[in-house]
């Protein structure tokens, strides 16, 4: 392999890897609520 080729590999995996990365980071700060999730109704008495 050239060394221009083993540059774009690395530069692809950088890429893919910290795309990967930067969402998991991202939903661990910003977790997904389900659209179903409501809070309990309160019983009115």
């Known amino acids: ?7 774009m590999l690395i530069v692809a995996i950088v890429i893919v890897w910290g795309g990967l ?3 998991i980071v ?3 700060r910003h977790p997904e609520r389900p ?11």
């Open 21 to 23: 990365v930067g969402a």
């Open 26 to 28: 991202h939903l661990r």
């Open 35 to 45: 659209e179903d999730d409501a809070p309990p109704a309160q019983p009115t008495a």
């Open 1 to 7: 392999m050239s060394t221009s080729a083993i540059i």
